[in-house]
């Protein structure tokens, strides 16, 4: 069975500063998505990762893939306080017709001002 | 385009008491999800359907727990008797094509936030 780790749970970091979340996975997958959710609301979609080495970077997010390691991080640069939410990464199976997407259980982060 | 709609957003109700909850995938979309997101946890996966075919629904509690998608478009998931510990959002989400070698990225609905008092 499909595992999905992320650490850390709870992250408070003062805005302006850089921070990582990683996300460890049990078995092989070569799909890896993170998303982003706000209280009371649903899930956004951040990035999806399809392959070793994917690298992808959308404002002062970045998030990378390392398939042998079976990890992923999400790297935050110069934070600010928009970006306080729970960040989940979530690892699709790869048994054919049931590509289950696992959930990690999510990092809290809040962006201190 | 318009997103995966939920109905209803908030519901209460009473334990043993039967609830129902509805989704509306994104028009086109061959595969949907329901996922329990209990409070500060990760959604759970509890059935996915491909078309109106059940893909996986290996922890959906078969007990009390039932969905359907009649025509292979919206979908309903239904419980009957109601525990406390099924207090939760539950989220529908649907995608293109779970095939692994297209994108398979699952967009999600706003989700209903039941509570069992």
């Known amino acids: 069975e499909l595992k999905v780790e992320q650490n850390p749970l709870f992250l408070s970091m003062q805005e302006g500063k850089n921070y990582t979340i990683y996300c460890n996975y049990s078995?092989?997958?070569?799909?890896l998505y993170w998303y982003r959710q706000d209280p009371g609301k649903s899930l956004e979609s951040l990035f999806v990762?399809?392959?070793?080495?994917a690298v992808k970077q959308e404002g002062r997010l970045m998030a990378s893939l390392d398939t042998k390691a079976r990890l992923s991080t999400l790297h935050i640069t110069a934070a600010v306080h928009d970006l306080s939410a729970t960040y989940f990464c979530?690892?699709?199976?790869?048994?054919?017709?049931?590509?289950?997407?696992?959930f990690g259980t999510g990092t809290r982060l809040t962006i201190i001002p | 385009e318009a997103g995966v709609a939920q109905s209803p957003r908030y519901k209460i109700i009473e334990k043993r008491q039967s609830v129902a909850f509805w989704c509306n995938p994104i028009?086109?979309?061959?595969?949907l999800y329901w996922y329990q997101q209990i409070l500060g946890q990760g959604p759970k996966l509890l059935i996915q359907?491909?078309?109106?075919?059940?893909?996986?629904d290996s922890q959906l509690p078969k007990d009390r727990f039932s969905a359907e998608r009649l025509k292979g478009v919206d979908s309903t998931l239904k419980i009957q008797p109601a525990k406390l510990e099924d207090s939760a959002v539950y989220l529908c989400?649907?995608?293109?094509?779970?095939?692994?070698?297209?994108?398979?990225?699952?967009?999600f609905g706003q989700g209903t936030r039941l509570t069992v008092v």
């Open positions: 990762l399809l392959s070793n080495g």
């Open positions: 078995t092989t997958s070569d799909r």
């Open positions: 989400a649907s995608s293109l094509d779970p095939h692994p070698d297209r994108n398979t990225e699952a967009f």
């Open positions: 359907f491909q078309n109106n075919g059940v893909v996986d």
């Open positions: 028009s086109g979309h061959a595969t």
């Open positions: 979530a690892v699709r199976g790869m048994v054919f017709g049931n590509e289950k997407l696992t």
